[in-house]
């Protein structure tokens, strides 16, 4: 009785000690969402952030650029915004050929599709990022 006992605190202590280092690392990857967004918030161009192939943010100049609501362009793929034709062919090919978010910045003349469907011809600067652990884009 008294070994169940024991087994079971063991558990129950290896338990917290797991929940507290998730707890941590959820914290830890919040404050570091929260830093991407405040330096997306501080530029003047239209500034996008990109995981793993989805707008995760956009600062108001983009959201004004493309038409979007922040909850709408939440639900978007990158390939909305820069659809995948002839004009936006370089644009691709550089993105399909980042290895994991490594590499540096690169910019490229692109066509951009707004929500009401609407193109515009743009410059696309593309700044490759990892963001725990998943690769990502910031795009002016």
Sequence with gaps: MVLVFIV??????QSL???KKRADMQASLQLAEERYRSLIEAT???TLLI????CRYANPTMLHMTGYSAERL???ELSDLLPREPENEAVW?????LPGGAGGSKSFEAVLERADGE??????ILNPITFADHPGIIVL
């Design 44 to 46: 003047t161009e239209g």
């Design 8 to 13: 079971l605190l063991s558990n129950v202590r």
């Design 119 to 124: 193109k515009r011809e743009i410059i696309v």
């Design 17 to 19: 000690g797991v929940e």
């Design 74 to 76: 939440e639900l978007l």
């Design 93 to 97: 090919a550089h993105i399909e050929g």
């Design 51 to 54: 995981l793993d192939g989805r």
